[in-house]
């Protein structure tokens, strides 16, 4: 069976919707299943993966498919950096650039009441680890290494189609 010029395009259109949806999808179970809250830069790293899946989404309807993937790609390129900035700061290679509290008011109720009563989630701590390796380490390493490998399957795929 041939293999189609489009076919690495279509993997790399795959990849950019499956990595940020699995990657926000293990962050929320973390969140909400584990009580691995999320510190300021945490959600940093989430933004850029919630703009690369619309732009994945679109790239299955829209065409040319190529810039919209490259664009996902560059998000999840982007929340990886994020992560491997974060991860410098959990493992005290250098000092983040914020406070790093979490700010936890849904606006019903008392506000100081809330402000006093939420938990104070630092980015210099790292609540979890793998092997070494921080959640937001692992942001880095699977975010930049899978946007790499998009960034290649577009160019294989002779970027400029619309296939």
């Not at 919209?68 to 959990?90: D, K, N, P, Q």
């Not at 509290?101 to 609540?127: E, H, K, N, W, Y």
């Amino acid at each position: 069976m041939p293999v189609s010029v489009a076919s690495p395009l279509r993997a790399a259109r795959v990849l950019a919707l499956a990595l940020p949806a699995l990657l926000l999808g293990g962050a929320y179970v973390s969140e909400y299943g584990f009580g691995l809250y999320p510190c300021e830069m945490c959600w940093w790293q989430r933004y850029p993966h919630m703009i690369a899946i619309p732009f994945a989404l679109l790239a299955f309807f829209w065409r040319p498919v190529a810039p919209l993937v490259a664009v996902a790609a560059l998000a999840i390129l982007t929340s990886g950096l994020i992560g491997g900035f974060h991860a410098g700061v959990e493992y005290g290679w250098w000092k983040g650039v914020t406070e790093c509290t979490a700010s936890v008011f849904d606006g019903g109720g008392d506000p100081l009441a809330a402000i006093m009563q939420a938990p104070v989630i630092r980015c210099d701590v790292a609540p979890w680890t793998l092997w070494g390796i921080s959640l937001a380490g692992w942001n880095f390493l699977v975010s930049t290494g899978g946007a790499l490998v998009i960034f290649a399957l577009i160019a294989r795929s002779g970027s400029g189609r619309s296939k």
